[in-house]
């Protein structure tokens, strides 16, 4: 469930990376913001059923639906927002000086366009490419995430990258048996 979530995602952002226009109609972002609401809902009832699952008392339940809306509603709602407006905001500034580097007085196609014109010509311009390639390193984010999850559920595990728990007990215990052995050891031959 937590990889078809994360694919909604991937299909969201692979919508809005290809398809964001300044020509888009409002009509056409119906499907994609419904597949991110699908994905949004489905990581959290994969996060309240993990939860539940693993052995959580019912009187805690309830801190638990909390902490849920608390990431869903406060931190999604507010924290990704205000961080996505700064980097837009960046990006637009360096995408609109480098888009507005071929405007100078002595060039003969701007010298009967207004200047208002040609500045709101780069800024529209300028926010497009900008919203591109903020859509496109979110788009790589999150293709990385999804491989992540799908080869660390498949058989095909890398014991380096993603171990099993049964492999980490195993070490521990041999980590704390050999540890105890040295302390024998010292303790033995010390006068």
């Known amino acids: 469930m937590t990889a078809i979530a994360f694919g909604l995602a991937v299909i969201y952002l692979a919508y809005f990376y290809f398809v964001i226009d300044y020509c888009v109609e409002k009509e056409m972002l119906f499907v994609p913001l419904f597949i991110r609401g699908a994905g949004a809902i489905i990581i959290s009832i994969v996060f309240l059923t993990s939860i539940v699952q693993s052995g959580l008392p019912f009187q805690v339940f309830p801190q638990a639906l909390t902490i849920n809306g608390f990431t869903g509603a ?39 366009i207004p200047i208002a014109r040609i500045y709101g010509m780069v800024q529209i311009q300028a926010l497009v490419v ?62």
């Not at 360096?94 to 701007?110: E, G, H, R």
Request: proline share 5%; net charge positive; aromatic share 8%.
């Open 74 to 112: 406060v931190m999604g709602a507010t924290f990704g927002p205000a961080v996505i407006g700064e980097i837009l905001r960046r990006t637009m500034a360096k995408n609109a000086d480098l888009l507005s580097a071929n405007i100078v007085d002595f060039n003969p196609d701007l010298t009967h």
């Open 130 to 191: 900008s919203m591109k390639e903020i859509y496109g390193w979110l788009l790589i984010v999150a293709l990385t995430s999804l491989l992540v999850i799908l080869v660390s559920y498949s058989s095909v595990r890398p014991f380096a990258v993603f171990p099993k728990w049964s492999n980490v007990r195993r070490v521990i215990k041999h980590i704390v048996r050999t540890d105890k052995d040295i302390r024998n050891n010292e303790i033995c031959t010390q006068p």
